[in-house]
């Protein structure tokens, strides 16, 4: 295996500026003058070129720590400031700091220049260390020749191991890690026949990606894979299988069951396709496409659509497998509001349906032959109110988005009231409900970004992953070594 440089740690680094009037000092009359403007102008740009120039001077990425801490981070921001520099911070829900630093400085024409420099500290993320290995393309990159592949709703094991390459928290020295990430992309594989994933091979693949990196390298067999991620993100994670009662029957292999699987499914009851440490992670929606249908429809724009649902919905919902698709779900709203002007439902594919969302007050997020659906995430992106209807789906990253503020959750055996109960809530809590939606941190939390964001899928991951840190060999390790010291 080829080995790698390591990149430069990328850094946050946000600088604003703001010139105040001193209290106490006569207006300036000159303030209109062109030439004043012109002034003003020239000083913000020669001090902001300075300051910029002097943090990348002291800055050095190839000497910064591995670790930095909090302490080491203000003594940066402290080598180049200049007096009345105040230094503050905030902390946020993930337990990570935010600096703010603010450099004052006295102007002989009386105005006050506040320079603010802002970087985040990344809080519980800041040591966690992640190895991600290095396979043959025909494990990942390989399938990519197929651009549905990195663009579906299952391409989260694509884009999650793209961010990590990249991310701060990815190690080269696999000794140091406290996770080991094996990028093997099952869902990429597609049907000639009907255009959708194949995973039947998905056993194999992970069973030749396993034998090789416990081949080839010490960390699995010392761990017996308890500190190694993989991603599992088809209908029934990692059973992969697309229908449920074969997937109960096959079972998660054995040889992840005790590693751990970020997939989509997810249930608060009891499953057998969940019986392994797991993170419920979103679908894929691509970013790109949400930033666009947001160019042209705000999340608080007008919505003249009052319910929408575009997909399958089968008139008779007994296919030819003898299951039925939704539990019959879909069928029966369709049954139900197909007459019901206020309710727009579609059964064909549309392309631009995302416009739709963008113009609906309400999106039905139905289970298909999975609870899980990527109207999840779309209807949040783009501040439509998903209703969902799956009993028992366990949601992702509940510890950061707030479900129960934002969506509506109706039973299946309810659905036939659909008109009714989002009549109720119109009347009287639609207005809070689409507040919460709106904030743009909750739409950042379920979208996966090439490079990883602060705040974004791939970090909430990480987050998750941070709570696991029991399982890392080298952290169970060294407790280990200092018990035996006392």
Same mark, same amino acid.
């Given at each position: 295996?080829?080995?790698?440089?390591?990149?430069?740690?990328?850094?946050?680094?946000?600088?604003?500026?703001?010139?105040?009037?001193?209290?106490?000092?006569?207006?300036?009359?000159?303030?209109?003058?062109?030439?004043?403007?012109?002034?003003?102008?020239?000083?913000?740009?020669?001090?902001?070129?300075?300051?910029?120039?002097?943090?990348?001077?002291?800055?050095?990425?190839?000497?910064?720590?591995?670790?930095?801490?909090?302490?080491?981070?203000?003594?940066?921001?402290?080598?180049?400031?200049?007096?009345?520099?105040?230094?503050?911070?905030?902390?946020?829900?993930?337990?990570?700091?935010?600096?703010?630093?603010?450099?004052?400085?006295?102007?002989?024409?009386?105005?006050?220049?506040?320079?603010?420099?802002?970087?985040?500290?990344?809080?519980?993320?800041?040591?966690?260390?992640?190895?991600?290995?290095?396979?043959?393309?025909?494990?990942?990159?390989?399938?990519?020749?197929?651009?549905?592949?990195?663009?579906?709703?299952?391409?989260?094991?694509?884009?999650?191991?793209?961010?990590?390459?990249?991310?701060?928290?990815?190690?080269?020295?696999?000794?140091?890690?406290?996770?080991?990430?094996?990028?093997?992309?099952?869902?990429?594989?597609?049907?000639?026949?009907?255009?959708?994933?194949?995973?039947?091979?998905? %056993?194999?693949? *992970?069973?030749?990606?396993? /034998?090789?990196?416990?081949?080839? @390298?010490?960390?699995?067999? #010392?761990?017996? +894979?308890?500190?190694?991620?993989?991603?599992?993100?088809?209908?029934?994670?990692?059973?992969?299988?697309?229908?449920?009662?074969?997937?109960?029957?096959?079972?998660?292999?054995?040889?992840?069951?005790?590693?751990?699987?970020?997939?989509?499914?997810?249930?608060?009851?009891?499953?057998?396709?969940?019986?392994?440490?797991?993170?419920?992670?979103?679908?894929?929606?691509?970013?790109?496409?949400?930033?666009?249908?947001?160019?042209?429809?705000?999340?608080?724009?007008?919505?003249?659509?009052?319910?929408?649902?575009?997909?399958?919905?089968?008139?008779?919902?007994?296919?030819?497998?003898?299951?039925?698709?939704?539990?019959?779900? %879909?069928?029966? *709203?369709?049954?139900?509001? /197909?007459?019901?002007?206020?309710? @727009?439902?579609?059964?064909? #594919?549309?392309? +631009?349906?995302?416009?739709?969302?963008?113009?609906?007050?309400?999106?039905?997020?139905?289970?298909?032959?999975?609870?899980?659906?990527?109207?999840?995430?779309?209807?949040?992106?783009?501040?439509?109110?998903?209703?969902?209807?799956?009993?028992?789906?366990?949601?992702?990253?509940?510890?950061?988005?707030?479900?129960?503020?934002?969506?509506?959750?109706?039973?299946?055996?309810?659905?036939?009231?659909?008109?009714?109960?989002?009549?109720?809530?119109?009347?009287?809590?639609?207005?809070?409900?689409?507040?919460?939606?709106?904030?743009?941190?909750?739409?950042?939390?379920?979208?996966?970004?090439?490079?990883?964001?602060?705040?974004?899928?791939?970090?909430?991951?990480?987050?998750?992953?941070?709570?696991?840190?029991?399982?890392?060999?080298?952290?169970?390790?060294?407790?280990?070594?200092?018990?035996?010291?006392?």
């Amino acid at each position: 295996m080829s080995e790698q440089k390591k990149p430069p740690k990328s850094r946050v680094f946000f600088v604003g500026m703001k010139l105040l009037h001193k209290p106490g000092n006569k207006p300036l009359q000159e303030k209109n003058s062109f030439f004043h403007t012109y002034y003003k102008w020239v000083l913000w740009l020669s001090l902001s070129l300075y300051f910029f120039t002097s943090y990348l001077i002291t800055t050095n990425p190839n000497t910064a720590p591995t670790s930095p801490n909090t302490s080491s981070h203000v003594s940066n921001s402290e080598s180049h400031a200049v007096p009345r520099a105040v230094i503050d911070s905030t902390t946020n829900s993930l337990g990570g700091v935010t600096l703010h630093t603010r450099q004052h400085f006295q102007l002989t024409n009386g105005l006050v220049l506040e320079f603010i420099s802002t970087r985040f500290v990344a809080g519980v993320l800041k040591n966690l260390k992640m190895f991600v290995y290095e396979l043959p393309p025909k494990f990942n990159t390989g399938w990519l020749a197929n651009k549905r592949c990195s663009n579906h709703l299952f391409a989260s094991e694509v884009a999650i191991h793209r961010a990590l390459l990249t991310s701060e928290v990815r190690t080269f020295d696999p000794y140091e890690a406290d996770f080991f990430f094996v990028p093997v992309y099952v869902s990429c594989n597609f049907s000639a026949v009907n255009g959708f994933p194949a995973i039947g091979h998905a %056993r194999s693949i *992970i069973s030749s990606a396993v /034998n090789l990196v416990s081949t080839e @390298y010490p960390f699995w067999n #010392r761990s017996k +894979g308890r500190d190694h991620v993989f991603v599992a993100s088809h209908d029934f994670g990692a059973c992969f299988h697309s229908l449920e009662d074969a997937a109960i029957a096959n079972g998660i292999p054995q040889i992840l069951k005790n590693s751990i699987v970020l997939q989509t499914f997810g249930v608060v009851h009891r499953h057998p396709c969940q019986d392994v440490e797991n993170v419920v992670i979103p679908p894929y929606v691509s970013p790109e496409s949400v930033r666009s249908t947001l160019e042209n429809f705000p999340v608080n724009g007008p919505r003249e659509i009052w319910v929408f649902f575009r997909g399958k919905m089968e008139l008779h919902p007994k296919n030819i497998s003898g299951r039925f698709y939704s539990r019959r779900v %879909r069928t029966e *709203i369709w049954r139900k509001f /197909n007459g019901d002007r206020r309710f @727009y439902l579609q059964r064909h #594919r549309f392309s +631009g349906y995302q416009l739709e969302i963008a113009r609906s007050v309400f999106c039905l997020c139905p289970l298909g032959w999975a609870p899980w659906s990527p109207r999840l995430v779309e209807s949040v992106a783009l501040g439509c109110v998903p209703v969902i209807i799956a009993d028992g789906i366990r949601l992702p990253f509940s510890s950061t988005v707030r479900w129960s503020e934002i969506s509506l959750t109706v039973a299946e055996r309810d659905v036939g009231k659909l008109g009714k109960i989002l009549e109720r809530v119109a009347a009287t809590n639609l207005s809070d409900i689409q507040r919460n939606l709106w904030d743009p941190r909750t739409r950042q939390a379920l979208l996966f970004n090439e490079e990883m964001e602060y705040g974004d899928a791939t970090w909430q991951v990480l987050v998750s992953l941070s709570e696991k840190l029991h399982r890392s060999h080298r952290r169970s390790s060294a407790s280990d070594e200092s018990e035996s010291d006392t």
